[in-house]
Nanobody, 125 residues
Framework: QVQLVESGGGLVQAGGSLTLSCAAS????????MGWFRQAPGKEREFVAV????????LHADSVKGRFTISRDNAKMAVYLQMNSLKPEDTAVYYC??????????????????WGRGTQVTVSS
């Protein structure tokens, strides 16, 4: 089992940047593919980005491609989401999640076994 704790959220003006972190504890971190998801009020949870266990493959949602970058540091047992050029529509609670299949890069939240509690990101116009 793995425990996940997100941090780094906050209030930022449009065009600004934030870096989210997700600290993991438990089993060997590289055994998990890690994803970031977000959920805005009244909307379903949506895929943002995923990175495989080795970090060799990353995928980003079209809505964030070119603005957000997912990365991981297996020695520190952490995954990051660098968010640049933020827009008001990026406002949401951001969650990190772990998939026990480290070689897959899955977009579906149903495929992830472990979740953090989320961190709020608010982008003002």
């Amino acid at each position: 089992q793995v425990q996940l704790v997100e941090s780094g959220g906050g209030l930022v003006q449009a065009g600004g940047s934030l870096t989210l972190s997700c600290a993991a504890s438990g089993r060997t971190f590289s055994s998990y593919a890690m994803g970031w998801f977000r959920q805005a009020p009244g909307k379903e949870r949506e895929f943002v980005a995923v990175i495989t266990g080795s970090g060799g493959i990353t995928l980003h949602a079209d809505s964030v491609k070119g603005r957000f970058t997912i990365s991981r540091d297996n020695a520190k047992m952490a995954v990051y989401l660098q968010m640049n050029s933020l827009k008001p529509e990026d406002t949401a609670v951001y969650y990190c999640a772990a998939d026990t299949r480290p070689f897959l890069a899955t977009r579906s939240p149903a495929e992830y076994e472990y979740w953090g509690r989320g961190t709020q990101v608010t982008v003002s116009s």
